[in-house]
């Protein structure tokens, strides 16, 4: 009876022991990133069920509308987005929901995506949506929206591209840092978000599954979206491969929101203007310069709204003054000269209408440097230049320039915590094991 007993009590051992160490297996990024790789290959060989492939994810869309986007890995009927707000001042009850039916598109026959605008949601401090069909639905998800009095957190990150397994540690660095009680309200993404827009693959493991699996942020906060070199097809054809990266269309026209938000051969332009708090933020494109672009960016530098703001804010993914690069494709294939509009033509509108910070990835590392805005004025002020490239993507390791203004040069993957209210823009950046490698202050 005892020999039997001690069996027993070997074999639970044995089942805690190996439930545990599967645990701890799944707990590691680079167990996760081969999973989310076989599960992609399985559902590319049709050994898939019906499911939603990608949960919810939410971007800013303007300072009143957000745009939501998700996908299935079969068609769904009836696929609509349920969205109400509460909290709106002088009225404590929850508003009326709405029924907004999902635009379609098939991207091939595993992946069906669906996307809907939610707005104008007016004055709400909260805004809750769920995505529903005649068989599947999701969780209910709430974002809290915050005015320029409140403290207001920005989580910003860029190019974690081609690197799921360092994104997901860059991940678990935020989730501690900002437990559970202090989730940030919005998420400003600095660009290349993966590799190649064109492989599914890359949307499905490089950004969408490291996300899930790091708390799944991308369902409640808003992202902020600067377009990086590899994150849309610049193609002007029916057939581009713009998948995922529609959510600024008809962004700078209201008439527009009523559209469809898919439509085939056109480009979607990403520049735009929205708010974080007390903070105005100019987003633009650095891929496709133009006469619209750049007028739309002079137009918003000495606009009433970006002027009179606490603090002033450009997102660009290509800065203006890079110093790490590969040698050989800056100096012999000419990429020194690539997008020198930034630094040429849209840093000295930067200066001149006094842009506070200036944020950017695109050089996979972390550096920050604060000049005057005119070197031969003393009292013009000064002008904070980030470059915040380091989520995950190989890093860049070899100087290739040197501009004598950076103050602060860290070679390894890093987040950045923003944080805003009335007084004072708050800034730090940890590793990913959360040290602080970096922080500063700008008081109004």
């Known amino acids: 009876m005892r020999f039997y007993f001690r069996r027993w009590l070997l074999l639970i051992a044995v089942q805690v022991l190996v439930m545990c160490t599967l645990y701890l297996m799944l707990q590691d990024s680079q167990v996760q990133t081969l999973l989310s790789m076989l599960l992609g290959w399985l559902d590319g060989q049709g050994f898939y069920v019906c499911k939603i492939r990608k949960l919810p994810m939410v971007y800013e869309h303007g300072h009143e509308h957000y745009y939501v986007v998700w996908e299935t890995s079969c068609p769904a009927n009836g696929y609509s987005l349920e969205w109400w707000t509460d909290d709106v001042p002088g009225n404590r009850s929850s508003t009326s929901h709405h029924f907004v039916k999902a635009q379609y598109k098939m991207i091939d026959k595993s992946h069906h ?102 708390g799944g942020y991308q369902h409640r906060l808003p992202t902020v979206f600067a377009p990086g070199n590899h994150d849309h097809d610049k193609a002007r054809t029916p057939n581009n491969a713009n998948l995922y990266t529609d959510m600024y269309h008809g962004i700078l026209t209201t008439d527009g929101l009523g559209d469809p938000v898919v439509v085939n051969g056109t480009y979607h332009r990403f520049f735009h203007t929205t708010s974080l708090g007390s903070a105005r ?161 700008i008081v109004r």
């Open 113 to 214: 995506r669906y996307s809907v605008i939610i707005g104008p949601v007016g004055l709400a401090t909260k805004v809750h949506y769920r995505t529903t069909s005649h068989s599947k639905a999701t969780a209910q998800y709430s974002i809290t929206r915050r005015n320029e009095t409140e403290l207001t957190r920005v989580l910003v990150i860029a190019d974690n591209q081609n690197g799921p397994a360092e994104f997901r540690k860059v991940l678990s660095g935020i989730r501690k840092h900002y437990g559970s009680n202090n989730v940030p309200d919005a998420i400003l993404h600095v660009g290349d978000g993966l590799q190649d827009p064109r492989k599914l693959s890359d949307w499905q493991n490089q950004l969408f599954s490291p996300l899930e699996d790091g």
């Open 281 to 441: 933020v100019i987003v633009l494109d650095s891929e496709c310069p133009s006469a619209e672009q750049s007028e739309f960016l002079e137009r918003e530098l000495q606009s009433e709204a970006f002027q009179s703001a606490r603090f002033r804010i450009v997102a660009v993914h290509i800065p203006p003054y890079i110093e790490f690069w590969n040698p050989y494709t800056w100096n012999e294939r000419g990429e020194k000269h690539w997008r020198e509009h930034i630094r040429l033509e849209y840093d000295p509108l930067f200066r001149r209408h006094n842009v506070d910070l200036v944020i950017s990835g695109h050089q996979h590392n972390y550096q920050r440097g604060t000049v005057q805005r005119d070197p031969q004025l003393a009292d013009s002020g000064s002008i904070t230049y980030a470059i915040v490239g380091g989520a995950g993507g190989e890093l860049d390791l070899e100087r290739v320039e040197n501009w004598k203004m950076y103050n602060v040069t860290y070679l390894d993957h890093h987040f950045v915590s923003l944080e805003v209210d009335s007084r004072q823009l708050r800034w730090l950046a940890k590793n990913k094991a959360g040290t602080v490698i970096d922080q500063f202050n």
